[in-house]
């Protein structure tokens, strides 16, 4: 498969859609793959660890629903997998896609570790992974596309170390330039621009107009991201007025030199500080790249880290 930059990349994911729903093969599961267990469940499919019945291949099934998913969605998010799985942080695909009486299916890498939800409370700051997933973002967005899912539970654990990563499930993914006009949820790693689509009960539209889809909305995701990996939990439940813990940030992002920084946010280092401001600015014209997070590798995030290194040399000291 030829990769292609930005628009010509989502030419590419056309002709694919086009391809594939011309060859789907039908075929029913358990006649081709012996189902081992279930290892994944979401709002819109499973995944299930199997071995192919001919050569033995363990691999993961993603299996959708034809009840509630369309052909065309489904199609979508295969393709878009596998235009983006030569990426090393990504996960792979076989190129294997069917539909069976009751459901439609891909076959995926199988990656056996956990995932990064799993082990957060446990987690140590890490940076090789931040490294990884803002590489994978980086290929995804040269290629016109937006991940719009990036959480823990979307990154999956090559090693107990957390020494590799890879990231997963593009069922939400866009091309850029998209116009979103209503969401059903919230979830704490989604900008306040896409929190304001929120499709309220009892509402019949939502009051702004159509959020156009652009890289910033995974920016801000990856930043929410980062704050689980420093410290075990969301900085807030969703980016809204109603929010006190988002309401404070707000508060303090708009008048930083009036209103002090919120207590959750104290024991970062003033560099770890800034990487936030740039990423997690509330105009979303005003934040950075993802790229952007390489840049500060390196560099102590955990104010308690800064404290325990200056201990050290001051210890140092005392001995010479």
Same mark, same amino acid.
């Given at each position: ?41 979401? *709002?819109?499919?499973? =995944? !299930? @660890?199997?071995?192919?019945? +001919?050569?033995?291949?363990?691999? $993961?099934?993603?299996? /959708? ?85 990036? *959480?823990?539970?979307? =990154? !999956? @654990?090559?090693?107990?170390? +957390?020494?590799?990563?890879?990231? $997963?499930?593009?069922? /939400? ?106 990423? /997690? ?40």
């Amino acid at each position: 498969i030829l990769i292609f930059p930005g628009q010509e990349g989502s030419s590419l994911i056309d002709e694919l859609m086009e391809l594939t729903s011309q060859s789907l093969c039908k075929l029913e599961i358990k006649e081709h793959f012996n189902i081992i267990k279930e290892i994944g469940r979401g *709002k819109y499919g499973r =995944v !299930l @660890l199997v071995t192919h019945r +001919c050569k033995g291949t363990p691999m $993961a099934l993603k299996v /959708l629903p034809k009840a509630s998913t369309k052909l065309q969605g489904f199609l979508r998010e295969y393709c878009i997998s596998l235009h983006l799985s030569c990426h090393p942080c990504i996960v792979g695909l076989f190129g294997i896609a069917f539909q069976s009486n009751e459901h439609y299916g891909f076959a995926q890498e199988l990656v056996t570790g956990r995932d990064l939800f799993a082990i957060i409370h446990n987690m140590a700051a890490h940076c090789s992974e931040s490294v990884q997933i803002s590489c994978a973002l980086e290929f995804i967005h040269r290629r016109g596309l937006v991940h719009r899912d990036i *959480k823990p539970e979307n =990154v !999956l @654990l090559l090693d107990t170390q +957390c020494r590799r990563v890879k990231l $997963a499930d593009f069922g /939400l993914t866009q091309r850029r330039g998209t116009f979103i006009r209503f969401i059903s949820g919230t979830l704490p790693y989604m900008a306040p621009e896409l929190c304001a689509m929120v499709l309220e009960e009892g509402q019949k539209e939502v009051t702004v107009p159509p959020l156009c889809v652009e890289p910033t909305l995974d920016t801000f995701a990856i930043a929410v991201l980062l704050f689980c990996i420093l410290t075990g939990y969301f900085p807030w439940e969703r980016c809204s007025d109603s929010d006190d813990f988002y309401e404070e940030f707000a508060d303090w992002r708009r008048s930083p030199k009036k209103t002090p920084v919120p207590s959750q946010w104290k024991r970062f280092t003033p560099v770890c500080m800034q990487m936030f401001r740039r990423m /997690l600015a509330l105009d979303p014209s005003e934040r950075c790249s993802v790229g952007e997070v390489k840049g500060y590798v390196g560099k102590d995030w955990s104010d308690q880290n800064l404290k325990k290194k200056k201990k050290k040399k001051k210890k140092k000291k005392e001995v010479l």
